[in-house]
T-cell receptor, first 114, second 114 residues
C-alpha cells in the first residue's frame, strides 16, 4: 500500500530564505507526482506535476525534483516571500488499480515571516 | 467559469439526515474525482469517474456514500444517514485523460454534521 510522508510538518522562516520541503513515498511504481498549495479554508492549487520519466520541473521560484528509485521528491522555494505562507501537499499517482486517485501526504505548513 | 466549482460551499446538517454535494468540473474534462479532507490531514480518495462510469470507488467508506455522474459532466456525492464522523471538507477535482493529467481542484464543500 502506497504511503506518502512529508517532513517537516511545519516550517517557519524569515523572508528571503531559500527552503526545501521533503516528500517520500514507499512504492516507487508511480505514474506521476504532484505538488499542491493549500491556503486556509481553500481548495488545492496545483504547483508542479512531474511525470515518472522526468527528474524535475520548474515554475518561477519553484523547483521540484523527483528521485523515483529512492522514493523521494523535494520542492525548492527560492527567495521566500510572506505570500508563500500556506500548506504544501505532495501527492503521488500510482500504477495498479484504476491509476486514477492521488495519495497525499499530510502536508508541510509553511510560514514566511516579513 | 474556467475552474472546478462546488456547491454548496458550506453545509450544516443534523445526524441522520441525507445530503447531496455537487461538483461542476472543468469543461471537457473526462475524469472527475472526489476526495475527503479531515482537519490536519491530506485529502483521502473516495471515488473516480471516467466519463459517466465509476472507474474506482474503492475509497468510499461504506454504503451510506454514493456518487453519480449521469451525463459525464456534473457529479453529485450523496451521503445517507449522516454521522458526526462524516464532518470534513469534500473536495472535487477534474482532469483531462491525456498527459499532463494534472488534477485541478475545486474550493470544496465543508460539511458539518451536528
Amino acid at each position: 500500500k502506497q504511503e506518502v510522508t512529508q517532513i517537516p510538518a511545519a516550517l517557519s522562516v524569515p523572508e528571503g530564505e531559500n527552503l526545501v520541503l521533503n516528500c517520500s513515498f514507499t512504492d516507487s511504481a508511480i505514474y506521476n507526482l504532484q505538488w499542491f498549495r493549500q491556503d486556509p479554508g481553500k481548495g488545492l492549487t496545483s504547483l508542479l506535476l512531474i511525470q515518472s520519466s522526468q527528474r524535475e520541473q520548474t515554475s518561477g521560484r519553484l523547483n521540484a525534483s523527483l528521485d523515483k528509485s529512492s522514493g523521494r521528491s523535494t520542492l525548492y522555494i527560492a527567495a521566500s516571500q510572506p505570500g508563500d505562507s500556506a500548506t504544501y501537499l505532495c501527492a503521488v499517482r500510482s500504477y495498479g488499480g484504476s491509476q486514477g486517485n492521488l495519495i497525499f501526504g499530510k502536508g508541510t505548513k509553511l510560514s514566511v515571516k516579513p | 467559469g474556467a475552474g472546478v466549482s462546488q456547491t454548496p460551499s458550506n453545509k450544516v446538517t443534523e445526524k441522520g439526515k441525507y445530503v447531496e454535494l455537487r461538483c461542476d468540473p472543468i469543461s471537457g474534462h473526462t475524469a472527475l474525482y472526489w476526495y475527503r479532507q479531515s482537519l490536519g490531514q491530506g485529502p483521502e480518495f473516495l471515488i473516480y469517474f471516467q466519463g459517466t462510469g465509476a472507474a474506482d470507488d474503492s475509497g468510499l467508506p461504506n454504503d451510506r456514500f454514493f456518487a453519480v455522474r449521469p451525463e459525464g459532466s456534473v457529479s453529485t456525492l450523496k451521503i445517507q444517514r449522516t454521522e458526526r464522523g462524516d464532518s470534513a471538507v469534500y473536495l472535487c477535482a477534474s482532469s483531462s485523460d491525456r498527459p499532463p493529467d494534472t488534477q485541478y481542484f475545486g474550493p470544496g464543500t465543508r460539511l458539518t454534521v451536528l
